[in-house]
């Protein structure tokens, strides 16, 4: 026997269609919920007198697609072996992000095992998996989610994933999972059509959400029911939420307050560490800010601040939101304070941005930083990596300066050994009307962006396949260098206590012309962006050399000798 219930609280009446056709009334309660028993496998729901079969708002699997019935899904009968997981608490990790559809060839969450031990190998403390609940086609990013409760089909489904986040806590990596509650995908979402979900106004991707309004308690609870779902019954660490500054909530509590006292409340009954991570393009320190401090709670937000520094530096470039960016002493600034626009002018935004973190109060890992993600590759008009635009030195120097900064560092997948496979757009609507629709404004968004070269068509398959990794690159002597140094430099950063020492009012910078020395206790890392070589000083006389990018650097006493395009860290 299965238990149905929906909630549909402005619904006179709710049907379900079990296996074989046949349709049973469910009985209303005052809650709003519609409740049912009956034996049955597939099912849908119709609402009042209509005849048209919706899936499940709630549904846990989703077989046939996000257009199909939905099936019942026993969450007790998987076979898990991570008795023993403890959690990883983030102080101290290292991220990676990938995209289960393009990671390997045949883009599924079994595939992903297979690879889980290069992870291991590298250094990674946590896999973060870009969205993987059921979306329309067969391939997407994954920001088109309909089914809020369901992982994709043809990654795995609800089985898949259990198995890769199994066999991650078997080889010591936490998992954390992007969860996007900002707005439903453009086709399969049917949940608005049992309830009151969406409000009147919108953002960049759609509707919003109805997070205030009337009927607002049973959205809340949808979304807050779906994060604890993820945490408890897929066993992840934590989760990704995606744009948080598109939550339009006005009321007292705010919905990422309440959810993050809902998972505090689940971790402390699990015995384990759950993370919640935000993208918020705010710069506001209350989202990370503890609830007892009058925060939101969160435990970590991405820093594209930090981004934004580094790829400036690094690549010179300019347009755009890097107007600001690009100079040492603004990566000074960001790797002192962690925000550059910390209530100060942005250019960009043609307005004051942004509020400044407290150094003394704030850890330096409540701030995630990248010189690549998915974003800040996929939205370039060719999706193309920061491998493509510098020199393999400069790709050992940016890595250098993310791992020995005090934030949490993440790498996009490939990044480790310079992947040059790119990462496009891509998507598989099957709707002709909607396909031309995004290609069409896909177009039109990077031509306003001033791009006068073809931009891929997002529907075609051929963007998907060529955004997939390249394993056998790592067989290639200069891409298998990168990878080792990689691994060295996080290796380096887990023995130095000083390369984890969050503690922001501990940073020391002295930016010079395109060089930079940075100085954590007794650990120092001097940087040489510039094509020529370079003395740079040292704060303190240097008693060891750990690692250099270049075999041409040489310390001697309190200076640093570096060729071009290098960078040494020492121990003083």
């Known amino acids: 026997m299965a238990e149905f219930a929906v909630w549909a609280p402005e619904r006179s009446r709710v049907r379900v269609r079990l296996d074989g056709g046949r349709d049973l009334d469910l009985t209303p309660g005052e809650d709003g919920w519609w409740r049912a028993t009956a034996p049955a496998t597939d099912y849908a729901f119709l609402l009042d007198d209509g005849d048209e079969p919706l899936p499940d708002p709630r549904s846990p699997w989703q077989p046939y697609g996000v257009h199909g019935p939905s099936r019942v899904y026993d969450h007790a009968a998987f076979g898990w072996t991570d008795a023993g997981w403890t959690g990883r608490a983030l102080p101290g990790g290292v991220l990676y992000e990938l995209h289960v559809g393009t990671f390997t060839p045949e883009g599924t969450f079994d595939a992903a095992v297979a690879r889980l031990d290069h992870l291991a190998d590298l250094g990674v403390t946590t896999v973060e998996l870009l969205p993987v609940n059921a979306f329309n086609g067969t391939h997407n990013w994954g920001y088109d989610g309909v089914c809020w409760y369901a992982p994709h089909e043809a990654y795995g489904g609800p089985d898949g994933l259990k198995r890769l986040v199994d066999a991650c806590h078997a080889r010591g990596l936490a ?93 402390a009954h699990l015995g384990r560490p759950l993370t919640l991570i935000a993208e918020s393009d705010l710069n506001d320190p209350r989202t990370v800010t503890p609830r007892e401090a009058g925060g939101h709670g969160l435990h970590a937000q991405w820093d594209d601040d930090a981004h934004h520094a580094l790829h400036a530096l690094l690549t010179g470039e300019r347009q755009g939101y890097y107007a600001d960016f690009g100079g040492t002493d603004c990566l000074a600034t960001v ?92 998507t598989s609507h099957p709707e002709p009307e909607l396909a031309a629709a995004v290609a069409g404004g896909r177009r039109a968004e990077f031509a306003s962006h001033g791009w006068s070269g073809e931009v891929p068509d997002p529907q075609d398959p051929m963007t998907f396949a060529r955004s997939h990794l390249d394993w056998a690159e790592l067989d290639k002597p200069a891409h298998r260098e990168l990878y080792d140094f990689h691994r060295d430099l996080i290796a380096l950063r887990r023995a130095r206590a000083d390369l984890t020492d969050p503690r922001l009012d501990r940073v020391e910078v002295w930016p010079g012309d395109r060089s930079l020395v940075v100085r954590r206790g007794a650990t120092a890392v001097a940087a040489n962006l510039a094509p020529h070589p370079r003395r740079l000083p040292l704060p303190a006389t240097a008693r060891a050399t750990l690692l250099v990018t270049d075999p041409g650097v040489a310390v001697h006493g309190e200076v640093a000798e570096l060729p071009g395009e290098s960078a040494a860290i020492v121990a003083f």
């Open 175 to 267: 998992v954390v999972v992007d969860a996007v509650y900002n707005h439903f995908g453009p086709s399969g979402a049917y949940a608005p059509r049992f309830a009151p979900y969406l409000a009147e106004g919108a953002n960049t991707w759609g509707r919003c959400l109805n997070l205030d309004g009337p009927h607002s308690d049973g959205v809340r609870r949808y979304v807050v029911d779906s994060a604890l779902m993820w945490l408890r019954d897929y066993h992840a660490d934590g989760l990704r939420l995606d744009a948080v500054h598109a939550l339009v909530d006005h009321r007292a509590v705010h919905l990422l307050e309440e959810l993050a006292a809902e998972v505090d409340a689940l971790a």
């Open 335 to 426: 790797l002192e304070g962690a925000f550059f626009h910390a209530g100060t002018w942005s250019s960009f935004r043609r307005r004051v941005h942004g509020r400044r973190v407290d150094r003394e109060r704030t850890p330096g890992y409540r701030f995630v930083a990248y010189l690549q993600n998915h974003d800040q590759v996929g939205n370039r008009a060719t999706g193309d990596r920061i491998a493509d635009t510098l020199s393999p030195a400069l790709l050992k120097v940016g890595a250098v300066l993310l791992f020995t900064a005090p934030f949490t560092p993440m790498l996009f997948m490939g990044e480790e050994w310079g992947a040059r496979t790119p990462w496009q757009f891509f």
